[in-house]
């Protein structure tokens, strides 16, 4: 079993900047892919980042590109999501998640753990 621990949400305004961080403890970090993702009130779950075992591939979709960053450091059993020109519709709960496997994936049901999620508020 993995256990995910997200932090760092919290409130910004638009334009603004966050980072999250995503501690997992349990079994090896470093064999597992993570990801994040996100949930609005009265939406579907949706992708929003996901990094590869090693840390070497990233992978985002269109509406964060450009703006959020995915990282990890290993040694700390830990990933990040750093957030910048924050927009309204970004606001959400944010998860982590990870995968047993090597290779970043935007699917949902791709995830074998979960967090307890983060808010993020972006006002305008």
């Known amino acids: 079993q993995v256990q995910l621990a997200e932090s760092g949400g919290g409130l910004v305004q638009t334009g603004g900047s966050l980072r999250l961080s995503c501690a997992a403890s349990?079994?090896?970090?470093?064999?597992?892919?993570m990801g994040w993702f996100r949930q609005a009130p009265g939406k579907e779950r949706e992708f929003v980042a996901s990094i590869s075992a090693s840390g070497r591939v990233t992978y985002y979709p269109e509406p964060v590109k450009g703006r959020f960053t995915i990282s990890r450091d290993n040694a700390k059993n830990t990933v990040y999501l750093q957030m910048n020109s924050l927009k309204p519709e970004d606001t959400a709960v944010y998860y982590c998640a990870g995968r047993t496997g090597a290779a970043p994936s935007g699917l949902r049901y791709a995830y074998d753990y979960w967090g307890q999620g983060t808010q993020v508020t972006v006002s305008s």
């Open positions: 349990g079994r090896t970090f470093s064999n597992y892919a």
